[in-house]
């Protein structure tokens, strides 16, 4: 016979697992800013995304610079395109931002995600000075909200469904050796 007490600490254990687990992929998906290098034109492109950790339906600033690989200076007047790809739920989309004008090499943009998972943003950017075409990819990847106070809420709803299990199992076993005393 099980001891009610090892499913009490199994579930504990199981619990803590689960915020390690969701502290780790939380960090994980931290923002760092992304470098697309074009030495064929001489073309650093920097991406990066606020907030840091990005969440399903919540806006998303997208962020690029575009500078000279050589001389580091900001690329100007520059013409951007930019497609945000997504098959998180196994059907592709596309998302299109076009005509984007950078007049100092510097664009942001507005992203809405309705979806968990990796995205691939894609940008061509057209310069005419040097005249040029340069295309960078990077990946976004959008977590479910971890705020403090969702893991909390997460955790105590598996704790009372633990203890919800852990009692039905005290009382199926207290019911079993009882029966087996009388019977």
Same mark, same amino acid.
């Given at each position: 016979?099980?001891?009610?007490? *090892?499913?009490?600490?199994?579930?504990?254990?199981? !619990? %803590?697992?689960?915020?390690?687990?969701?502290?780790?992929?939380?960090?994980?998906?931290?923002?760092?800013?992304?470098?697309?290098?074009?030495?064929?034109?001489?073309?650093?492109?920097?991406?990066?995304?606020? &907030?840091?950790? &990005?969440?399903?339906?919540?806006?998303?600033?997208?962020? !690029?610079?575009?500078?000279? +690989?050589?001389?580091?200076? /900001? +690329?100007?007047?520059?013409?951007?395109?930019?497609?945000?790809?997504?098959?998180?739920?196994? /059907?592709?989309?596309? +998302?299109? !931002?076009?005509? %984007?004008?950078? &007049?100092?090499?510097?664009?942001?943009?507005?992203?809405?995600?309705?979806?968990?998972?990796?995205? /691939?943003?894609?940008?061509?950017?057209? *310069?005419?000075? &040097?005249? *040029?075409?340069? =295309?960078?990819?990077?990946? +976004?990847?959008?977590?479910?909200?971890?705020? !403090?106070?969702?893991?909390?809420?997460?955790? %105590?709803? %598996? =704790?009372?469904?633990?203890?919800?299990?852990?009692?039905?199992?005290?009382?199926?076993?207290?019911?079993?050796?009882?029966?087996?005393?009388?019977?």
């Amino acid at each position: 016979m099980k001891n009610p007490n *090892s499913v009490a600490i199994k579930g504990a254990f199981f !619990f %803590i697992f689960f915020l390690m687990l969701v502290v780790m992929i939380n960090n994980a998906a931290g923002n760092e800013t992304q470098v697309w290098i074009d030495r064929e034109n001489n073309v650093k492109i920097f991406f990066t995304y606020s &907030p840091e950790n &990005p969440v399903i339906n919540t806006t998303t600033l997208l962020k !690029f610079t575009a500078v000279n +690989l050589l001389t580091g200076s /900001h +690329l100007k007047n520059l013409l951007a395109m930019v497609v945000i790809i997504s098959n998180s739920s196994g /059907h592709e989309k596309i +998302l299109r !931002f076009t005509n %984007i004008m950078a &007049p100092d090499g510097k664009f942001t943009l507005e992203g809405l995600f309705p979806e968990l998972g990796v995205y /691939h943003v894609v940008t061509r950017i057209n *310069s005419t000075n &040097p005249s *040029s075409i340069t =295309l960078a990819s990077f990946r +976004l990847i959008v977590t479910m909200e971890t705020s !403090f106070l969702n893991i909390v809420i997460t955790g %105590i709803v %598996i =704790l009372v469904i633990f203890g919800g299990v852990a009692y039905l199992v005290v009382i199926i076993v207290k019911k079993k050796a009882k029966k087996k005393i009388l019977g």
